[in-house]
């Protein structure tokens, strides 16, 4: 199954790509036929302009592609902004993630383990603690659901961790903060 969801998504940005390239084709061909016609082209200008521009495009076509099943860290800071309505802390650092690609129907997850200073760290507990928002989960299942969290927590412990919220007016969005006073998990899931 997810070779078909990769396929079909691999699809829909080649057809982008492909549509884009079109529209800057036509555009080109009418100035290129003034630049022959001018003389300040050559043909061997004209190959070299050719191959670049799909080069152009074969780049940004793998770059979207690449950036879709494995996004950058600023994917992570705008679920963590979005979900909390908080500027990602400045001392924040991503040290592992994991994501799912969105289905058909859009749904997607994300996990992200996040380094932080011990005042950025308080700080944002404090922030939480005070959001009418947020509330302190005491459910069984109070974080864990993603692959990602499975993958990257194999040897996390139950009791390491101090404390999880959970935003009651998004799709699963949850803060772990561990008992390091340094380390939280931030998992978010629409499936």
């Known amino acids: 199954m997810i070779y078909l969801i990769a396929a079909v998504i691999f699809l829909v940005i080649s057809l982008v790509c492909a549509f884009l390239g079109s529209l800057l084709y036509i555009t080109y061909k009418p100035f290129k036929k003034k630049l022959f016609a001018s003389g300040k082209l050559s043909q061997k200008s004209s190959q070299i302009i050719n191959k670049s521009f799909i080069g152009l495009l074969l ?53 992200a383990i996040i380094e932080l200073d011990k005042d950025a760290f308080e700080n944002l507990k404090s922030k939480l603690q005070h959001n009418s928002d947020f509330q302190i989960d005491t459910s069984t299942q109070n974080i864990g659901v993603t692959s990602g969290f499975r993958k990257m927590t194999k040897d996390l412990k139950e009791e390491n961790i101090d404390l999880v919220y959970f935003n009651h007016k998004k799709e699963w969005f949850k803060i772990a903060f561990l008992k390091n006073g340094t380390t939280i998990l931030m998992e978010r899931s629409s499936t």
């Open 59 to 111: 780049g940004l076509s793998i770059y979207f592609t690449w950036t879709a099943f494995f996004p950058s860290d600023n994917f992570y800071e705008e679920e963590f902004e979005q979900n909390t309505g908080y500027e990602f802390p400045k001392s924040g650092v991503i040290i592992a993630k994991d994501a799912g690609y969105p289905d058909l129907h859009g749904d997607y997850s994300a996990f």
